[in-house]
């Protein structure tokens, strides 16, 4: 499956607890986005990165939350002291970049849920 | 900045006919849309896209017309079948992101 994966697909926190969200991006991408998406609503960018770096953060909560894309492995989102407010699913999308960031493929999401 | 909406969040058409969901954009200089489906469960997947120096656009069972006058474009998905159910977005690029819509539930009943 070359599509962009994410993992794990569900994840059950309890408040205070930490979360970590993973993403492959599609083979040959190196751009990687995070999005997300609360019930019966549309999805809100959150960070937007490329390997070793990111390019833009200004989706994302200023404290709790970061993000991560190593030059190996997967990008990382990840969740401190998660509140129930947390609870959302989260979409990891990849693209080539190189003005192309608009055709943006997206994983299947990792449903949160902080009980 | 960039901002997105639809007109109706949930329609119900029976299994055959058209449907036409509608979304609204504020930026007159948003020059590129996109329609993506959502399935229960499951990410966004891209249907069609249209440039801002085109009126309309087809594809297989779906066309998408774009009125730059109004700031509002449509998607037509004709002989609606079972497997259109789902939550459909509108959404525009915004300096490397994705700006959606709330999006409109797509209910087919038989």
């Known amino acids: 499956n070359a599509g962009v994966m994410q993992n794990p697909r569900h994840l059950v926190r309890r408040r205070g607890q930490e979360a970590r969200l993973r993403c492959s991006p599609m083979?040959?991408?190196?751009?990687v986005y995070w999005y997300r998406q609360l019930p019966e609503e549309g999805l809100k960018f959150m960070v937007y990165?490329?390997?070793?770096?990111?390019?833009?953060e200004s989706g994302m909560p200023k404290e709790r939350f970061s993000a991560e894309f190593p030059k190996e492995g997967p990008s990382i989102l990840r969740i401190q002291q998660v509140v129930r407010g947390d609870s959302a699913a989260y979409f990891c999308?990849?693209?080539?970049?190189?003005?192309?960031?608009?055709?943006?493929?997206f994983g299947p999401g990792t449903r949160l849920t902080v009980t | 900045g960039e901002s997105v909406g639809l007109h109706l969040p949930t329609l119900s058409v029976q299994e055959g006919d058209n449907s036409i969901i509608n979304c609204a954009y504020s930026?007159?200089?948003?020059?590129?849309f996109i329609w993506y489906k959502q399935e229960s469960g499951k990410g966004p997947q891209f249907i069609i896209d249209?440039?801002?120096?085109?009126d309309k656009r087809q594809g297989q069972r779906v066309t998408v017309l774009l009125n730059k006058t109004v700031k509002h474009l449509s998607l037509q998905i004709a002989a609606t079948q079972p497997g259109d159910s789902a939550v459909y977005f509108c959404?525009?690029?915004?300096?490397?992101?994705?700006?959606f819509g709330t999006g409109t539930r797509l209910q087919v009943f038989p």
């Open positions: 249209i440039r801002s120096n085109m």
């Open positions: 999308a990849s693209s080539l970049g190189q003005g192309r960031s608009y055709e943006q493929y």
């Open positions: 959404a525009v690029p915004g300096a490397d992101k994705l700006i």
């Open positions: 083979k040959g991408h190196s751009h």
């Open positions: 930026n007159s200089a948003s020059d590129y």
């Open positions: 990165l490329q390997k070793e770096n990111i390019i833009d």
